[in-house]
Every structure is written in structure tokens, then in C-alpha cells.
């Protein structure tokens, strides 16, 4: 333990403020701390189940998943989902398409004692604590086993995912013996009977164990990929290891004697490597060859990497709050989720829409890179926010197939996108209908080329995504005996509505991105001509494309102007029903949804999500005040919030309309979506595009930050909560990187790395 206080430049008085804690145990919140607990480094993750799994909780159940809206469906397991995942290990289900394959449990270590195993739920246990500790993602769990032999141990597990070297995973259990003796046999595992949604994904699972100290098990998927595991033990004192695999688990059981105030350590250093990983070379003999340097580099050694590494990613995007203890955990807890989440190194894949802590949405990719969670990696971690462009630019080529599977020239994104970029959305709805995800990546694209001035972006890959993406526009509007064109049977971010005319988002954000498309081919011409002749060539970009693009763009309807009082949703908007919240709606801590069948709800006016505060979140300097006023007051009494990702959206808006209590409710509801005990949040995942809309709502919202997309300079209009007295973090900005530091009445901006103090001023 006394390593784990040593972390150089960290405030280890903190705890409160960074360890996230169940106290008590309570069987019924168990999945949801698997969830919450879920440790990761980008390129591995897995939930934070016990290591010795638990009691009526079979984790190799089959059955078939069928197509549902995950919102409303009701999840299985209800006790335990283990999960490991490897971003881009995939696999096919019969009806849902691709999706992430729940990979062999590697955290597996029992502890035996006269017949009886620690169990949760069976054992007798007292002093039950157990945290994750978010400035190192360790995570801890101590408690005091009374063994059926009446042995009185003290147990302390703690565990990591190496944040430098990533293919480690690292644990240990500490046992004391407070009072009694007898035998304690350690049981380490590899366990292969994981089902991802009820499929087994698994062609082969082969264990085998050495005796001596080191077990591995060697798995081909469906999908053909190898995933080789392989640990090393190390025990304190003198152990025999001995074999006992048993059909798709590799274990080694070893026995001690142990008496009052014997002490006992066990590790268990686990290397995992699979044939996607880009390094050279087998996976078996890379993973022996991680654990052989791994020993050498030695336990503490180890940590003091992975510490180094997560100290440097702190660094950056760590936001300070003084005066509310409980919001700065919580805006932790989300950043760390965002950290672990990201692995800016591969760009053949994003961050799914589970954080990879789950497998309710298979893995996917959603709009929620680019809308929610690209703000936090423009301003914390630029490089992470351009590995999340390169993968939409990497599958152009399956936007292409989309495109031509519903009969259109040029790119469509997927609504849920597979690793190819191809639609793996099984819903017919949102697949067919909510298009503006093809838009909104255009969006994303300006939103990095702003914020960082990477200019050259646009030039090698953009061009290829708008053009592309500009192509299939025109093909997918229909033009009116008006001369109009519109964008008719569209899903816009409200999915409660499935088949509106002229989505007041969509049709903005496509306008925005065939203007710019236009825009960048004309600077293109006239600055970069070879670039601009080679995009021709490769784009086979003909001469009247330009002014199609341009004429699109031009004559696009919008269901409003600046003189539109309420900005409607859609041309239809008005035409849906009015619904009878407090008769449907009898409890509200459900989703709405659950109260209302989906025919009835497709044709009223109840939305799951913001939807037009969207709209004007993204493109603020187009609605003037009484405009964003007026669509929060018409909007938000009936917004039902059943996804997670309108609730950010509600609270930037009313900071920024100055409804400070509004503002603050909406910031508790953000915090409770993956921490509130009361809903289970995070049993099936983290919701990791509000973990985005966290940041979003502190630094746009409280801190008043003026998008990059739209503002060339660092421009703040802080509106801090009340009690807040400081608010401060990083902010990387056009290539360089500066400390912001909000007070109630005034704010500084700091230049980091260089001369400094670069603007300042008293509100
Ligand atoms: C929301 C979508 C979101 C998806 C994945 C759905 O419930 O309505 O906007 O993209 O979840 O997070």
C-alpha cells in the first residue's frame, strides 16, 4: 500500500477528492460498480467484478439478443457482467451485426480455505471498503474473511492496467492473519467461458498452465483473431504451484500454512497480446516476452511507469473546483473515464458509445465522438482528438458502401458504425433516418482545424470526407416547385421522432457542411493547387460538382429565420400530438419510454433529447438570446431526457441564460448518470458522451468558454455555481496551452510552457 502514496506531485491528502468508494457491500449494486470501476489504457479494459467472480452469476449463459432500443430494454445479468475488452476485436451476432467480443476473464485469483471459497455473498465478511483510485486508476478492495475453519484473515486485493506498458495488467493480494490457523490455497485463473450477449464469439480456448509458477490461455475468435494471456505468479512465501485446468479455464492452485500474524502476498502479472496489435512479431512469444521484461523492470518499478504516465495525462486535463467537493469527484471520475477510454495511438479505432465498460451497444461508434466527446480531446489532448478524425477518414471507404447500399453517390457515415465504418445499426429507424451523423463529423472536422489550426488536416484527409460526404447530400435531398431542396424522413437527434420533414439540426449542420466543402475546394485552388489537382484526380471531382455543391447548400430550406420566434424542431413539429406528461409519466425516476407504447410515442411531441438546443449549442452566434430563451422555454418542459445525452445540453443552456438553480440541477443530474447509486448507472457501461457533457457543461457552460469553432481567441463568460470559489484547468489552444482560473468575479488566462501571462481581465 505505501507505494500507492508515493506519487510524486500529487496531493495524497486528497483522497476525498479522487478516490471514487463503495463502503459496504450490497449485492444488488454490484454490476453497477463493475461498471463504474471499469479500468483501461486505451488498449485494454475490463469491469471491476471481483476476482474471484461471484455466486449465481454464470457468465457463459446463451441466448439470443434481439434488436430493441437499448434506452428501454432490460438488460441481462442482473447480479454480474464481467467484461474485458480490446478496442477492434470483433466479432458477428446473428441479428445485432458486429460487436465488441467480451474476451476471457484475466482477472481470476480465489482464496480457499477449509473447502469454502471467499464469496461475496456466501462468506462470512466484515470491514468491506473497496475504491478506485482515480489519479492512478488502482483500484482497491479490502475486507476481513472469517474462513469456515474459523481463521480471521484480513485481504487486501488491488489491481491496474499498466498506462505504460500497455499490454500489463498487475495484482496482488495481501493476506494477514489476524487471528487462528490453518491452510489458505490461491487459486489464479484464466478463464475462458465469457459469452458476449449470449454468443459464444469463441472458435478455440486452449489453456494451459506450467508448472512452476506461470499459466496462459490462447484464444481464436470467430472473427479469427488470437488473443494470447499469459501470467507469471509470485507468492511470498515458499508455494508449489499446482495444475489444474479444467475444460476452457487455465489454474494453478497453491496451498500455505498460515498463523496468526503470518503474512502473505500473492501477484498475479498478466500479459495480453492479440494479432491485431501493432507490434511485430507472434502474440505468444511477444506476451512472454512483456512479462519477462516486466519482471525484470520489477513490481515497483511498474507502478511507478504507469503512475508517471497517468500523472502526465492528470496534468492536462485534470479540472480543479474549490468550494463543492462532491462535483469535483465526479467531474474526476468522468475525465478518468475519458483518459482510459482513448487510445490516440490506433487510429483504425474511435471510443464507443460504452466507454468500453459494457457491452449494451456492441462497441459501436456513434455521434457522440464527434459532438460530445471531441471537445475534451481538442482542449485536453489534441493528438487523441485527430486519431478520432483519422478513424472517420479511415472509413471513407465504408461510408462509401453505405452510401451506394441505399442508392447514392459519395460517403454516408453509419448511424452505429462498425470498425469499417459500415452500418451495423440494426433498427431500421435510426439506420435509414437519422442521417445527421454524416453531417456532424464535418462538423467535427472544422471543430479540430479551429481549435488547433492544423490546416494540413483538411488538405490530406478532409477534402476526401467533405467531397465525399457533399456527394451523397445531393443525392439525398429532394428539391420542392418552390426551387427549394429539403431533407425529408429524417431522424434528427430527437429519437422519439423518427420520420419528420426538415430536421431543423440536420438541415443546419448539412447546409454547414456542403458550404464548406465549397469553401475548401475553392481555397484549395486558389492557394495548394497541387493538392487541389490531386484531390481532383483521386476524387474524380467533375467540373459542375462545385456549383451543385454550391446550389445545394444555397437552397436548403431551414424551418426558420432570425425572426422565428419558437424555432421548431422540424416543418412537422406542430403537427404531432401534445402529451399528457403527469397521466403517462407516473414515475419519473423511468424513462418515459417505459410508460408509453413506441407507436404512440412516434407521433408526439415528446423528445428524448435536446434537439434543437442542440442546434443552437453548436452554432450559438446564429440565435440570439430571446431565440435560445424561447426554445428552452418551449423545449425543455417537454424534453424527457431518456438519453443520456441530453441532460449537459439543458445545463449549458440555462448557464448561459443565467438560471443558476436550473444550471445547478442540471449539473446533479449530469454527475448522478453514471453515479447514482439509486439508478444503477453504470451497469451496462459508462455513458461516456455525458462524461463529455460534463466537461462540456463546465467549460462551456460555468466557465462560459467560447467554442474554438467560432471564436479565434480564448474568450470566457464565467458563470460559476454557487459555493464554487475556483474553478481552473488546462486548455490547449491553436498549438499552445494555457491555465484558465475562474473566480466568482473575475478570470485569468495564463499561457503555460512560454512566456506566460498572455490576457487577464476583472469581469
Ligand atoms: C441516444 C443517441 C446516442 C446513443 C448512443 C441513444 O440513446 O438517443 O443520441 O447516440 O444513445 O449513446
Known amino acids: 500500500m505505501e507505494r500507492y502514496r508515493r506519487i510524486e506531485g500529487l496531493q495524497m491528502n486528497e483522497e476525498h477528492l479522487w478516490c471514487l468508494k463503495e463502503s459496504g457491500y450490497e449485492a444488488g449494486l454490484h454490476k453497477h460498480y463493475e461498471g463504474l470501476f471499469t479500468q483501461g489504457n486505451g488498449y485494454m479494459h475490463v469491469r471491476g467484478s471481483f476476482e474471484e467472480g461471484c455466486s449465481d452469476a454464470p457468465q457463459d449463459e446463451e441466448y439470443l439478443r434481439f434488436p430493441d432500443n437499448v434506452t428501454l430494454e432490460k438488460p441481462r445479468h442482473p447480479k454480474s457482467k464481467q467484461g474485458t475488452f480490446i478496442p477492434g476485436i470483433v466479432a458477428q451476432h446473428p441479428l445485432l451485426k458486429e460487436e465488441i467480443v467480451n ?10 480455505s477449509a ?3 471467499l464469496d461475496m455473498d456466501l462468506s462470512r465478511i466484515s470491514g468491506y471498503s473497496r475504491w478506485l483510485d482515480l489519479r492512478d486508476g488502482c483500484l482497491h478492495r479490502s475486507l476481513i474473511w472469517e474462513t469456515p475453519g474459523g481463521m480471521l484473515l484480513k485481504c487486501n486485493f488491488e489491481r491496474y492496467i499498466s498506462m505504460a506498458d500497455k499490454h500489463l495488467c498487475i495484482q496482488r493480494v495481501q493476506v494477514e492473519v489476524l487471528a487462528g490457523e490453518g491452510r489458505l490455497e490461491v487459486r489464479a485463473t484464466l478463464r475462458g467461458d465469457v459469452r458476449t450477449n449470449g454468443m459464444n464469439h469463441f472458435d478455440s480456448v486452449v489453456p494451459s498452465a ?12 470467430e472473427g479469427g483473431n488470437q488473443i494470447f494471456m499469459h501470467s507469471a505468479l509470485e507468492a511470498s512465501e515458499a508455494v508449489i504451484w499446482h495444475e489444474e485446468n479444467t475444460g476452457v479455464t487455465a489454474a494453478l492452485r497453491g496451498e500455505f500454512a498460515l498463523q496468526a500474524g503470518d503474512r502473505l502476498t500473492v501477484s498475479k502479472l498478466t500479459a495480453v497480446t492479440t494479432d491485431r496489435d501493432m507490434e511485430q512479431g507472434g502474440t505468444g512469444s511477444r506476451a512472454l516476452a512483456q512479462l519477462s521484461r516486466a519482471r525484470d523492470i520489477g513490481w515497483d518499478g511498474l507502478y511507478e511507469r504507469h503512475t508517471a504516465s497517468w ?6 486535463a485534470d479540472i480543479i473546483i474549490q468550494g463543492d467537493d462532491l462535483a469535483q469527484l465526479n467531474v474526476r471520475a468522468s475525465i478518468y473515464h475519458l483518459l482510459r477510454a482513448n487510445r490516440e495511438e490506433d487510429d483504425r479505432v474511435a471510443i464507443c458509445a460504452k466507454g468500453y465498460a459494457g457491452e449494451a451497444y456492441f462497441g ?4 457522440d465522438t464527434e459532438i460530445n466527446l471531441l471537445p475534451f480531446y481538442l482542449h485536453t489532448n489534441p493528438q487523441a482528438a485527430r486519431n478520432l478524425l483519422l478513424f472517420r477518414y479511415n472509413t471513407l471507404d465504408g461510408a462509401r458502401r453505405n452510401a451506394q447500399n441505399y442508392g447514392y453517390r459519395g460517403a454516408r457515415y453509419a448511424w452505429e458504425s462498425s470498425l469499417s465504418g459500415e452500418e451495423q445499426c440494426a433498427n431500421w429507424q435510426y439506420a435509414d433516418h437519422e442521417i445527421h451523423i454524416t453531417a456532424d463529423i464535418v462538423y467535427a472536422l472544422y471543430h479540430y482545424v479551429r481549435a488547433t489550426g492544423d490546416e494540413e488536416f483538411l488538405e490530406r484527409y478532409g477534402i476526401d470526407i467533405l467531397v465525399e460526404t457533399a456527394r451523397y447530400w445531393c443525392g439525398r435531398v429532394d428539391w420542392n416547385r418552390e426551387g427549394e431542396c429539403e431533407l425529408l424522413g429524417v431522424m434528427g437527434p430527437d429519437e422519439y421522432l423518427p420520420l419528420t420533414r426538415n430536421n431543423a439540426f440536420t438541415n443546419r449542420m448539412v447546409k454547414f457542411s456542403l458550404e464548406q466543402t465549397v469553401t475548401c475546394l475553392d481555397s484549395l485552388m486558389s492557394s495548394k493547387q497541387d493538392s487541389y489537382a490531386a484531390a481532383v484526380e483521386r476524387l474524380n471531382i467533375r467540373p459542375e460538382e462545385r456549383e451543385l455543391f454550391r446550389h445545394t447548400a444555397e ?3 431551414l424551418p426558420y429565420d432570425s425572426g422565428t420566434d419558437v424555432v421548431p424542431q422540424s416543418d412537422d413539429f406542430a403537427s404531432y400530438a401534445d402529451v399528457d406528461f403527469a397521466g403517462i409519466w407516473t414515475d419519473r425516476s423511468r424513462p418515459f419510454g417505459h410508460f408509453i407504447s413506441q407507436e404512440r410515442n412516434y407521433r408526439s ?6 434537439d434543437v438546443l442542440e442546434l443552437m449549442l453548436l452554432f450559438p452566434q446564429e440565435f440570439p438570446r430571446e431565440q435560445l430563451k424561447a426554445a428552452y422555454d418551449y423545449y425543455e418542459p417537454i424534453t424527457t431526457h431518456d438519453s443520456s445525452l441530453s441532460v449537459a445540453v439543458h445545463g449549458i443552456v440555462a448557464t448561459w441564460l443565467n438560471q443558476p438553480e436550473a444550471a445547478a440541477n442540471f449539473l446533479q443530474r449530469v454527475m448522478a448518470i453514471d453515479l447514482s447509486t439509486e439508478k444503477k448507472g453504470a451497469a451496462e457501461g459508462i455513458h461516456i458522451a455525458n462524461c463529455g457533457g460534463l466537461w462540456q457543461l463546465i467549460v462551456y457552460g460555468l466557465a462560459g468558454l467560447k467554442s474554438a469553432m467560432w471564436s479565434g481567441s480564448i474568450e470566457l463568460e464565467p458563470r460559476l455555481p454557487e459555493g464554487w470559489t475556483e474553478l481552473s484547468f488546462q486548455l490547449a489552444w491553436q498549438g499552445e496551452r494555457y491555465r484558465i482560473t475562474v473566480h466568482p468575479d473575475a478570470y485569468e488566462v495564463h499561457k503555460l510552457e512560454g512566456r506566460g501571462y498572455v490576457a487577464g481581465t476583472t469581469l
Not at 500523472?311 to 492536462?316: E, T
Open 311 to 316: 500523472k502526465s495525462k492528470w496534468q492536462h
Open 605 to 610: 411531441k415528446a423528445l428524448k433529447q435536446a
Open 210 to 221: 506450467e508448472v512452476g509458477c506461470s499459466l496462459s490461455l490462447e484464444t481464436l475468435t
Open 115 to 117: 473447502g469454502g471459497r
Open 555 to 557: 437552397k436548403l430550406r
Open 364 to 367: 459501436r461508434y456513434f455521434w
Open 103 to 112: 474476451l476471457p476473464y484475466m482477472l481470476g485469483l480465489e482464496l480457499w
